[in-house]
């Protein structure tokens, strides 16, 4: 019976022991599937942070390309329109340093003839060379579609280098081939690019045709001009539909993440690989570290079931403390031994130790509770811990993680991780005690928001500015101050309207802020602003909103380019087309586009409207006696006496010659109240063209012939007017010169 009583007490002393080495096993276990989850996580997340790096650069490249090409398009075009009105005497490396072309990305600019050769460039000395062989000559004089083609990387046969060419069909008037506008990018431009996207040691960008040849690359191998003899075509068609694939390289045989990203109104795309040795290299080292960790916690749990067995019997009257412990170290081991709080649920008291209290900037002595912590919470962080801490009360789930924002004591926002689970409950299973930690991560975050603004302002020649979402200035680049004239000190701190010119109305800034609250985030146009000198100047200007994870504004990045030039080429070629250019009146190509308007409009108004033709007689006379110097200063002369004869709406234009029209809109309903409303206007006019003029020294008298026709009829062509004013007009002449004379339907035309 005494060897029975001491069987059973043995067992009984070893039953805690055996209690505690099962919950060591158990723990290893719980620490091997916990290691192998994590891993899984971070496999996943290294994953799909590299798809997202990817998809930035790709954007970025995507986005390079199209104003490269875009530059490079506009400067071509420039040139094709220089050269079909200078023709031989056209001075390319003038205009580049008038600055009317930018060749700042651009290798060479120039003309190849209608017989292949070479004969302008705004490279000085540059030798005519016959490019008649070459494909980029060959397409454009086959075909006439005024199409841009972008060549494969050729050597050039002067300077030896490899270039990318862009070429357009330069065609006459008349529509014969007259040549090829060429624009030349030199082949590793991008590529040099490409390289500062630092993707990996293994990285491949490119830039491929439509075709699947390669324009520019970047490989393991380093940058080339020289095309690579491999077809992309496989990869353009896998990444068509814009998606991430992985795939292996046909020029290499490496295996990369792939994004293909089209580049719009080009025949071209970027094609960016992501080496997978590559983003996976760190993970391997992180991988290791958790199962270091994990072979740490299980010769912990290991030691304590050794210690436990040893000391089973004070494990009673330790056993909150023991708790309080475990759970300390295993947080210490998750969340690296940050600040410590803990939570007396029963007894409504909140503990926080000297690390904590210093994040938070709180004394020592001053008294916590949960109250404290809910009235220092960021407002928008409130609903989320009422429906985190809920469930880790409740035992539906078993840690406590919590990214949110408490305010410090002097007035800023601090961003902390809360990490935490419940400890202790009681026999219902009601939480008793809550214990965890706090990371403070503000500088993690800052890092984060500062990676999202480089993002998307990547530093680049173009004028940029950064302001915070109260469109504050934070800074801006050495282009900005080249444009703006104010420096960087100057800028920062001030609003973004800094070069606000006033030529805007309201309505025109709360467009622009409507497109920027928007789903793109985004807003480009033209716009004037005010340099720092007083210039105001034509602003090409693109702003895009920087957004946080929740979707709220933080930052705008604003991208400015002066296109004053460029518009006033525009304007003077639109002047070319479309007016007179000794006076500066409409020609009798605009002055038929108003009168087609002006005939729909009176047609759907129901009005009257009337033209004068005017032709000044004896012209002819001072250009033979005094020169023709003479007779183009009356001319103009002329041309200034007639717009204040007649309204606003009303057009007057010259034909050509001593030949000149006047449109008289709106003159009512009434066609007798508009015959004399035109008749009245022409002879106004007769009288103030009678008044001396005084060219060079002499007086000159001039009388004029007037003739009129009325615009009433819908069914009456443009043209038809014209003769039948023109009718009129030979009928005053005929009747001695220096009158008016209204055209009747029944007056013939003269043969």
């Not at 304590?304 to 089973?312: E, I, R, S």
């Not at 200035?473 to 960087?488: C, D, K, M, P, Q």
């Not at 309201?506 to 622009?512: G, K, L, S, V």
């Not at 070319?576 to 020609?587: E, R, Y």
Request: glycine share 8%; aromatic share 6%.
């Amino acid at each position: 019976m005494l060897e029975r009583k001491a069987s059973d007490g043995q067992r009984r002393h070893h039953k805690p022991v055996m209690l505690a080495w099962a919950l060591a096993l158990c723990t290893i276990l719980g620490i091997v599937a916990l290691t192998a989850h994590v891993t899984r996580v971070q496999t996943l997340q290294n994953e799909q942070a590299a798809r997202r790096d990817l998809v930035n650069l790709s954007a970025l490249a995507q986005e390079h390309a199209l104003r490269t090409l875009r530059a490079a398009d506009q400067a071509l075009q420039l040139v094709r329109a220089l050269y079909l009105r200078e023709g031989s005497a056209l001075d390319l490396t003038q205009w580049v340093h008038s600055g009317a072309i930018d060749v700042g990305v651009l290798h060479q600019v120039g003309i190849i003839d209608a017989q292949g050769i070479y004969r302008f460039s705004n490279l000085p000395q540059t030798p005519a060379v016959d490019l008649s062989d070459r494909e980029h000559f060959q397409v454009h004089r086959q075909g006439r579609n005024d199409v841009l083609y972008i060549s494969a990387p050729v050597l050039g046969r002067v300077s030896k280098q490899w270039t990318i060419q862009l070429t357009r069909r330069i065609e006459r008037p008349a529509g014969q081939f007259a040549g090829v506008a060429v624009v030349s990018l030199d082949a590793e431009y991008f590529s040099r690019f490409y390289a500062g996207l630092h993707l990996g040691r293994q990285a491949a960008v490119s830039l491929v045709g439509n075709d699947g040849v390669e324009r520019s690359r970047l490989s393991p191998e380093g940058t080339s001009g020289a095309p690579v003899k491999a077809n992309l075509l496989p990869l353009l068609q896998q990444g068509l539909d814009g998606l991430v694939f992985t795939a292996a390289s046909p020029v290499d045989q490496v295996q990369r993440m792939y994004q293909v990203r089209p580049v719009s109104g080009f025949p071209l795309a970027v094609v960016l690989g992501y080496a997978v040795d590559d983003y996976r290299a760190p993970l391997r080292d992180i991988v290791f570290m958790d199962w270091f960790m994990a072979a740490v916690g299980i010769a912990l749990a290991l030691a304590l079931a050794a210690l436990f067995g040893w000391h089973w019997r004070r494990e009673q009257s330790q056993r909150h403390a023991l708790l309080a412990s475990q759970s300390s170290a295993r947080l210490a081991l998750e969340c690296g031994g940050q600040g410590v709080w803990e939570w007396d649920i029963a007894g409504a008291t909140f503990r926080a130790d000297a690390r904590l209290r210093s994040i938070l900037g709180l004394d020592a002595q001053e008294t916590l509770t949960a109250a404290t912590f809910e009235r220092l919470l960021h407002p928008d962080d409130v609903q989320v811990a009422q429906r985190l801490l809920p469930a880790v009360l409740k035992g539906e789930q078993d840690r406590l993680y919590f990214e949110h924002r408490v305010r410090h004591r002097d007035g800023h926002w601090v961003w902390l991780v809360a990490r935490g689970q419940v400890i202790e409950r009681d026999a219902q299973g009601r939480a008793l005690w809550l214990m965890g930690t706090d990371t403070d991560v503000t500088q993690q975050r800052q890092m984060q928001q500062d990676v999202r603004i480089a993002a998307v302002a990547f530093e680049s020649s173009a004028a940029m500015m950064i302001s915070d979402a109260n469109q504050i200035i934070l800074s801006v680049n050495h282009a900005f101050e080249t444009l703006s004239g104010y420096r960087v000190a100057e800028a920062v701190g001030q609003h973004s309207n800094l070069m606000k010119s006033g030529r805007h109305a309201a309505a025109f800034y709360q467009a622009m802020m409507a497109g920027l609250a928007g789903p793109q985030g985004h807003w480009e146009g033209e716009i004037w602003n005010r340099r720092k000198d007083g210039e105001v100047f034509l602003d090409w200007l693109s702003i895009s909103a920087v957004r946080d994870e929740a979707g709220v504004t933080t930052h705008y990045v604003s991208v400015h380019a002066d296109i004053t030039l460029r518009k006033r080429s525009e304007e003077e070629v639109r002047k070319l087309a479309f007016f007179d250019p000794l006076t500066g009146l409409p020609n009798r190509r605009l002055l038929l586009d108003r009168l087609q308007q002006m005939r729909a409009s009176l047609a759907r108004q129901r009005q009257i409207g009337a033209l004068l033709f005017l032709d000044l007689d004896h012209f002819k006379t001072l250009n033979d006696t005094h020169g023709h110097a003479l007779g183009d200063e009356l001319l103009i002369q002329v041309a200034t006496r007639l717009p204040p004869c007649v309204r606003e709406g009303d057009t007057v234009a010259r034909l050509g010659g001593d030949e000149f029209v006047v449109a008289l809109a709106q003159l009512g309903t009434d066609p007798q109240r508009a015959e004399m409303d035109a008749l009245n206007v022409a002879h106004k006019i007769r009288n103030v063209l009678a008044q001396p003029y005084a060219l060079d020294g002499k007086t000159w008298q001039l009388s004029v012939s007037i003739g009129v026709a009325l615009i009433n009829q819908a069914d009456v062509s443009i043209d038809e007017v014209l003769r039948q004013a023109d009718v009129a007009m030979y009928r005053t002449k005929s009747a001695g010169r220096d009158g008016v004379k209204l055209y009747h339907p029944q007056e013939l035309l003269p043969q």
